[in-house]
């Protein structure tokens, strides 16, 4: 597994070693050791989680304020914008974001550390991602970061608005959110 730092080093993009002949293909999604190597942690993943979304569907920007979770996201079908913004008040990086494709083709992955909001566009037909998550979703601890606050200017690549859940449509804009110490 190759790692290449985001514009906020804690975010990894990760490459897995994908084996291709004429049978078709295989690669290690997750390897405990291999992702410990990659990233320089240790972490426990606790749940797996996977949704499928139509184009133009922006998922997000999601985070716990408590049981806050770390997250591996890949794309099995399709491909996605994925967005990661730092809301750790101690961080340099605070307020800051960084995005990137991920698609079924490339098979590349994102680490997102807990203390991010996390949230995706999917740009193909359809989209399925998997997320691997550190902690259990709460719903009673998680909160919604406005996709569109003009103060975090997430440059989304779509033309029009958005297909976006009532939740998303009502998600607080960085001054007024819970963020992490």
């Known amino acids: 597994m190759k790692a290449l730092p985001a514009a906020i080093p804690e975010v990894m993009i990760l490459e897995p070693r994908v084996f291709e002949d004429a049978r078709g293909l295989f690669f290690e999604a997750y390897n405990r050791r291999a992702f410990h190597k990659a990233i320089g942690l240790d972490v426990e993943f606790v749940q797996d989680s996977h949704s499928r979304s139509a184009r133009n569907v922006l998922r997000g920007l999601h985070y716990q304020v408590r049981q806050a979770q770390g997250k591996l ?11 990661a913004v730092d809301l750790r008040r101690s961080s340099p990086g605070f307020g800051r974001w960084v995005g990137e494709r991920l698609d079924a083709r490339s098979r590349r992955m994102m680490w997102i550390p807990a203390g991010f909001a996390h949230g995706f ?3 193909s037909e359809h989209a399925e991602v998997l997320y691997k998550a550190t902690d259990y979703y709460a719903p009673e ?3 919604t970061l406005a996709w569109n606050d003009p103060d975090l200017a997430i440059a ?5 608005p958005p297909l976006v859940s009532d939740k998303d449509r009502r998600g607080a804009a960085l001054a007024a959110a819970e963020t992490f110490p």
């Not at 996201?73 to 967005?83: K, L």
């Not at 989304?156 to 029009?160: E, H, V, Y």
């Open 73 to 83: 996201v890949r794309v099995a079908e399709g491909e996605i914008y994925d967005v």
């Open 121 to 123: 566009l999917a740009l």
């Open 141 to 143: 601890h998680e909160r």
């Open 156 to 160: 989304w690549p779509i033309a029009g």
